[in-house]
T-cell receptor, first 114, second 116 residues
Framework: DADVTQTPRNRITKTGKRIMLECSQT?????MYWYRQDPGLGLRLIYY???????NKGEISDGYSVSRQAQAKFSLSLESAIPNQTALYFC?????????????FGPGTRLTVL | AQSVTQLDSHVSVSEGTPVLLRCNYS??????LFWYVQHPNKGLQLLLK??????LVKGINGFEAEFKKSETSFHLTKPSAHMSDAAEYFC??????????????FGKGTKLSVKP
């Protein structure tokens, strides 16, 4: 969905490096999310934000941090990357005024930690 | 606790035959339910959603799903598979209570293969 963009789309890095993944949206939604996808495990929630001043940990937040710089921007950081953080990362957005919290996903960032 | 179980990790059908992807859920509250599709090297696209209106939900590309509360199921069907349907499909539940709003719980996915 072009309304939700993620940068970079692919990244290869080394153990111990700091990495930031960025997400921007033009949908005007107030809620944003970060997920990681691993083969056979579906998507798991890392962090979510219901507005600029509201940040919440998800199921697997250890080793990650986030920043909600503006309503349209939500970035995910790996302070010191490790190989088991190799995964496909998705950003998503939803509108609290919408129906059933339907979430709209970005195209994903494939991260490889060597 | 809320959970989603996709009963098949891989389903293979021939083009033109029906598709059935099975999903069972567990939720203490009246949930919202979704099916998302992920084509290779693509993001997730919403196929359809159930929000306590009609129990038979029609989605995009000819897919539909039926909410059966007594069976706690939300199976995805399509009468006739097309080659372009080959993808991974995720059943998702949103528990719909208090602080959980917005927290989606994903199944582990079902990979659909379509043979010519």
């Amino acid at each position: 969905d072009a309304d939700v963009t993620q940068t970079p789309r692919n990244r290869i890095t080394k153990t111990g490096k700091r990495i930031m993944l960025e997400c921007s949206q033009t949908k005007g939604h107030d809620r944003m999310y970060w997920y990681r996808q691993d083969p056979g495990l579906g998507l798991r929630l890392i962090y979510y934000s219901f507005d600029v001043k509201d940040i919440n940990k998800g199921e697997i937040s250890d080793g990650y941090s986030v920043s909600r710089q503006a309503q349209a921007k939500f970035s995910l950081s790996l302070e010191s990357a490790i190989p088991n953080q190799t995964a496909l990362y998705f950003c998503a957005t939803s509108d609290s005024r919408g129906v059933a919290d339907t979430q709209y996903f970005g195209p994903g960032t494939r991260l490889t930690v060597l | 606790a809320q959970s989603v179980t996709q009963l098949d990790s891989h389903v293979s059908v021939s083009e033109g035959t029906p598709v059935l992807l099975r999903c069972n859920y567990s939720s203490s509250y009246s949930p919202s339910l979704f099916w998302y599709v992920q084509h290779p090297n693509k993001g997730l696209q919403l196929l359809l959603k159930y929000t306590s209106a009609a129990t038979l939900v029609k989605g995009i590309n000819g897919f539909e799903a039926e909410f059966k509360k007594s069976e706690t199921s939300f199976h995805l069907t399509k009468p006739s598979a097309h080659m372009s349907d080959a993808a991974e499909y995720f059943c998702v539940v949103s528990p719909n209570y208090g602080g959980s709003q917005g927290n989606l719980i994903f199944g582990k996915g079902t990979k659909l293969s379509v043979k010519p």
